[in-house]
């Protein structure tokens, strides 16, 4: 009796433990389909992610500063800022490091114009540029030992956009690269001026 009811023991074991195993295989099946999904979740959201920060950087102001000569008068340096994205970019405000120091000659607005960088321009249109007059370039540039031909500036733009807060942008510009090359305006109405004015002087003469 007792090899009987052993019997019937297996006979009811047997296809317990074969469901079991059955059902840890179809468990551990489903685990490992489930991690390629998971997977693609998280690539999908990454994209996403990635996507939303370029369409928000694409609608940000793109700003920058330099110094450069007047596209009117080449002799004369500015300060020029320029928002050349596509959406109005607010608060901008501008450090120059070390100051720009102001010279004896004329035209020259550098201290007002780094007030009024430091204070912040409450807006910045698409397209806009704001040019302040630093004087003559051979005020800060005709001995080599002069400041402006030793130093380094350091200029650091921070603004805000339609999407937050824009990057700090950092420039460095060394006024010294540009000892020696032309501060002619090239297809600029000062040489048309200049051309009439000579002429002038030759009908003068005649």
């Known amino acids: ?24 295989g179809a468990v551990v099946v ?81 201290d007002v114009a780094q007030s009024r960088l430091r204070e912040g321009i409450k807006t910045l249109v698409p397209g806009r540029r704001l040019i302040w007059p630093i004087g003559l370039a051979s005020a800060r540039l005709e001995e080599a030992d002069s400041f402006d031909s030793t130093v380094t500036y350091r200029a650091t733009i921070e603004a805000d956009g339609p999407e937050g807060p824009l990057s700090a942008t950092e420039l460095e510009i060394r006024p010294a690269d540009w000892r020696e090359t032309s501060d002619e305006p090239p297809g600029s109405l000062h040489t048309v001026a200049k051309q009439i004015a000579e002429l002038g002087r030759v009908l003068k003469r005649a």
């Not at 019997?7 to 433990?17: E, G, L, S």
């Not at 997977?39 to 939303?52: P, S, Y």
């Not at 340096?77 to 720009?100: C, D, K, Q, Y």
């Open 30 to 110: 489903a685990l490992i389909a489930l991690r390629p999904a998971r997977q693609a979740a998280q690539e999908a959201e990454q994209q996403n992610e990635l996507q939303r920060q370029a369409f928000a950087e694409s609608h940000q102001p793109t700003l920058w500063v330099d110094i450069q000569p007047s596209s009117a008068r080449g002799r004369i340096l500015n300060i020029v800022l320029a928002n050349e994205g596509p959406t109005v970019a607010t608060t901008v405000r501008v450090r120059f490091s070390p100051e720009i120091p102001l010279t004896d000659g004329p035209f020259d607005r550098s």
């Open 1 to 24: 009796a007792s090899d009987g009811m052993l019997i019937v023991d297996w006979a009811v074991t047997i296809p317990a433990v074969a469901s079991a195993v059955a059902s840890v």
